[in-house]
């Protein structure tokens, strides 16, 4: 048995890359050790930027559906609850203006979906045992209750979470420490004087405790951090229940009016902040937690980990066309690699403020921030202040400049967005109406943006939709990639640097007639 890419795990990772990697033409298996879809979510929040990268999936819509986007919040500072309403965010440049809270066992279920419409089922019970890099191939060895024999690949992408066996296989190196504190999950029923539907965020000496309206198995899910104990288990295994006395104990040390009457589920998992020394090996690649984790602070995990996927997906994809397959390839770590690092270094201060017992923290927190309670409402009213920190949260000004796929024209096109950059929405004008260039380019493939006065391209490719912008005066062309980061600017359209770089990455182009014929096979949409 072969494919083009195997995906191992089918957390919301795998499923994001095997989605990506089958929009983008290749062949793709995905096999979970796990034979349950249903395990309870960790990640609660998902990102403007991850909205953006997932659009083009077709994904976004049911998302939204299963999302609270305009979440309220109480923080409880000392003796005074302050209401923090996040509705609508000074975020012009993005679809996605506000917080979105969504299970993450939500955001797999419609992943899944999304891949069994393209025929692409996950193996459940099939457990990677080993995995090897050939000079042609990788070999996956398949075990477990439904898994046997061996899957030849061209690609395995191991989002196979932190304990991964393709990053072991790959003998990748795991850098990074282990936090002497530990998170405890549980889903609760709650007694007592709390606000239902919002979210309670309390700042105590011994850290943030959270109580969302987000169970799965009981109304409220209750969040803490606390110092590791002996019968903590390993960094990233969860471990057993939490006994209730303590959860009611973290609950009363916060202060909050509230009691826990009875426990759904409870578990704790130790945290670590560390990466991978390198995301790919050969043929072998990480993505997720396998390549990086950290604490829950600022809601990175899955949303770092879905960037990974759709940085990945269609470079997995498209490498076998490509006349640069080696440097495609090899852009997912140069790009990644960094990018994952300053999500790291942001969690790790996050998480000191958030729940270090070092005085200074826990003066911070249990003096000085409700001393600073007042002001709170008068901040949160400077929309330009909350929108900055959501924005840096959502990552939404990372980019990758100085990518070894990125081309640029000669002349350049002028002002921004540049080769790397993320393109921002904007409303623009194009086939005569008014649209928002992110709903124009919300489609798998590559999208050609053409000035006003651009040339129509002589050549044609089914993976690039070409796009006249009429509101943007000139004769050059930005091409974004799948992920909406630009890849090519030239300052002339028929400048050959643009058609060189479609076919550096595998996008073609071909001439008209082929088109047609490979129209015909892919069915894919002529230019
Ligand atoms: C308390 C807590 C709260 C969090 N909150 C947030 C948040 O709000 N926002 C956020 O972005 N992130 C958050 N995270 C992080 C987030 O949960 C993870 O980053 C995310 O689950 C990573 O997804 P993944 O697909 O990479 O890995 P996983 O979800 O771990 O999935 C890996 C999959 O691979 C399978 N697998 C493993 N080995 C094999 C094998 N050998 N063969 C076959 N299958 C295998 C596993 O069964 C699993 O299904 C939180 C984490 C914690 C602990």
Request: aromatic share 2%; with cysteine; hydrophobic share 45%.
């Given at each position: ?32 050790r ?17 909205l953006?990268?997932?659009?083009p ?6 998302l ?15 003796a005074?609850?302050v209401?923090?309403?996040l ?10 203006p506000?917080?979105t ?10 992943l899944?979906?999304a891949?069994?419409a393209?025929?692409v ?9 080993a ?16 898994g ?9 992408a ?13 003998g ?9 504190r530990e998170?405890?999950?549980a ?17 105590g ?27 903590t ?5 969860p471990?057993?229940p ?8 973290l ?10 009457t ?23 690649f ?8 950290s604490?829950?602070?600022?809601g ?30 090899g852009?997912?770590?140069?790009e990644?690699?960094?990018a ?11 998480f000191?403020a ?6 200074t ?14 002001l709170?409402?008068f ?5 330009r ?22 081309a640029v024209?000669?002349p ?8 790397g950059?993320?393109?921002?929405d904007?409303?623009?004008?194009s086939g ?5 260039l ?15 006065d651009?040339?129509e391209p002589?050549w044609?490719?089914?993976?690039v939709?070409?796009?006249r912008?009429d ?10 990639r799948?992920d909406?980061?630009v ?5 002339d ?8 770089w479609?076919r ?24």
């Open positions: 048995m072969s494919t083009d890419v195997a995906v191992v795990g089918a957390g919301p990772v795998g499923l994001a890359l095997a989605l990506q990697a089958a929009d983008h033409g290749a062949a793709v298996r995905i096999v979970e796990r034979t349950e879809r249903f395990r309870p979510s960790r990640a609660l929040m998902v990102h403007a930027r991850t953006e990268l997932l659009r999936l077709g994904v976004t819509a049911a939204l559906d299963r999302a609270d986007t305009a979440p309220r919040a109480r923080l409880h500072l000392g005074r609850a209401p923090v309403e509705a609508s965010l000074d975020l012009p440049d993005t679809a996605f506000h917080l809270l969504v299970r993450q066992m939500d955001v797999e279920t419609v899944e979906e891949l069994a393209r025929g089922r996950v193996e459940r019970g099939v457990e990677v045992r995995v090897r890099d050939g000079r042609d191939t990788a070999v996956v060895e398949l075990g477990g209750p439904s046997h024999g061996d899957l030849r690949a061209a690609a395995v191991g989002c196979d979470g932190v304990d991964s066996t393709v990053r072991e296989a790959a990748i190196g795991w850098r990074g420490g282990t936090y002497d998170v405890v999950l889903d609760v029923d709650l007694d007592g004087d709390l606000e239902p539907g919002v979210a309670h965020v309390v700042a000496r011994r850290g943030l405790v959270f109580v969302f309206a987000l169970g799965e198995r009981a109304p409220w899910r209750l969040l803490a951090t606390r110092p590791c104990s002996a019968t288990p390993e960094p990233g295994r471990g057993p939490v006994p209730l006395p303590e959860l009611r104990r609950l009363a040390d916060a202060g909050l009016a509230a009691r826990i009875a426990v759904a589920w409870s578990s704790s998992i130790r945290l670590q902040h560390r990466t991978a020394t390198r995301f790919r090996r050969g043929r072998l990480l993505a997720g937690d396998a390549a990086h984790a604490s829950p602070a600022g990175q995990g899955m949303n770092a980990g879905l960037h990974d996927a759709t940085n990945l997906g269609w470079k997995l994809a498209l490498a076998q066309a490509a006349t640069a397959s080696e440097s495609l390839l852009s997912y770590d140069v990644r690699r960094p994952v690092e300053q999500v790291l270094a942001l969690t790790h201060l996050l000191w958030e729940s270090s017992t070092g005085r923290a826990a003066l911070l927190r249990g003096r000085v921030a409700p001393l600073g309670a007042p709170v409402p901040l949160l009213r400077r929309r202040l909350v929108a900055e920190g959501a924005r840096l949260l959502a990552r939404l000004d990372a980019g990758y400049r100085g990518s070894p796929v990125s024209g000669d350049p096109r002028r002002g921004r967005p540049r080769p950059d993320r393109l921002p904007a409303t623009v004008v005569g109406r008014e649209v928002h992110h709903a124009l380019i919300a489609r798998p493939g590559v999208h050609l943006l053409l000035d006003r651009a040339p002589a044609g490719s089914p993976l939709h070409v796009h912008v509101s943007s005066p000139g004769t050059g062309a930005l091409a974004l799948p909406g980061h890849g090519c600017s030239v300052g359209a028929g400048d050959p640097a643009l058609t060189g479609l550096r990455i595998g996008a073609g182009p071909v001439t008209r007639p082929e088109v047609g014929m490979r129209e015909q096979r892919s069915g894919g949409e002529l230019i």
